[in-house]
Antibody, heavy 119, light 111 residues
Framework: DVQLVQSGAEVKRPGATVKISCKISGDTFSDYFMHWVRQARGNGLEWVGLVDPADGDTIYAENFQDRVTLTADTSSVTSYMELRSLRSDDTAVYYC????????????WGPGTLVTVSS | QSVLTQPPSASGTPGQRVTISCSGS????????LYWYQQLPGTAPKLLIY???QRPSGVPDRFSGSKSGTSASLVISGLRSEDEAEYYC????????????FGGGTKLTVL
């Protein structure tokens, strides 16, 4: 049974950088996108971007273009999201979500990582 | 303000048929596949419908999706108490450099 295992909760100061990991556990798969989506408490889903682990290509949402870097390490089947210059409104649960269906759907989700930005 | 528009709430009684709408534009729903996600309280979202009307394995056939032009619908037949959740539509949007857009979500209450 395949799962996405995310790193633990983080507490950061404004202006800091956070890096979250997402590891595929169990049966692995090839040819997928890894998306990152965030959800502030009580709010809806917001797409951050995606990385294609096969070649490292990335697409970022315009709102995060200048502050986020998505990477993937195929040897460890782990993807990473680095978000810089954190602000209080970056406080949210960050999900990684794999899309294996050769479209932009996200059919396997991680449990989420809570990032709290507070002074 | 979400790019895709959903009603904030919907409700129904057990056994009923409920429809949740999602509207967008030609750069997203009108030209690309539409997806639906279900988020139960306190859990991660789950893919419910992909490519407008396809169900991943394990999703009951009580859930169905359709699309026409720049609008889409999720229909839940034979409503059950465990269907009480937040439902999100999503699509690829071709504007700017391309990105995924979500609806604001619809909270479904089973009365």
């Amino acid at each position: 049974d395949v799962q996405l295992v995310q790193s633990g909760a983080e507490v950061k100061r404004p202006g800091a950088t956070v890096k979250i990991s997402c590891k595929i556990s169990g049966d692995t798969f090839s040819d997928y996108f890894m998306h990152w989506v965030r959800q502030a408490r009580g709010n809806g889903l917001e797409w951050v971007g995606l990385v294609d682990p096969a070649d490292g290509d990335t697409i970022y949402a315009e709102n995060f273009q200048d502050r986020v870097t998505l990477t993937a390490d195929t040897s460890s089947v782990t993807s990473y999201m680095e978000l810089r210059s954190l602000r209080s409104d970056d406080t949210a649960v960050y999900y990684c979500a794999a899309g294996t269906l050769r479209d932009y759907s996200m059919n396997l989700w991680g449990p989420g990582t809570l990032v709290t930005v507070s002074s | 303000q979400s790019v895709l528009t959903q009603p904030p709430s919907a409700s129904g009684t057990p056994g009923q048929r409920v429809t949740i709408s999602c509207s967008g534009s030609g750069s997203n729903i009108g030209g690309n596949f539409l997806y639906w996600y279900q988020q139960l309280p306190g859990t991660a979202p789950k893919l419910l419908i992909y490519r407008d009307n396809q169900r991943p394995s394990g999703v009951p056939d009580r859930f169905s999706g359709s699309k026409s032009g720049t609008s889409a619908s999720l229909v839940i037949s034979g409503l059950r108490s465990e269907d009480e959740a937040e439902y999100y539509c999503a699509a690829w949007d071709d504007s700017v450099s391309g990105y995924v857009v979500f609806g604001g979500g619809t909270k479904l209450t089973v009365l």
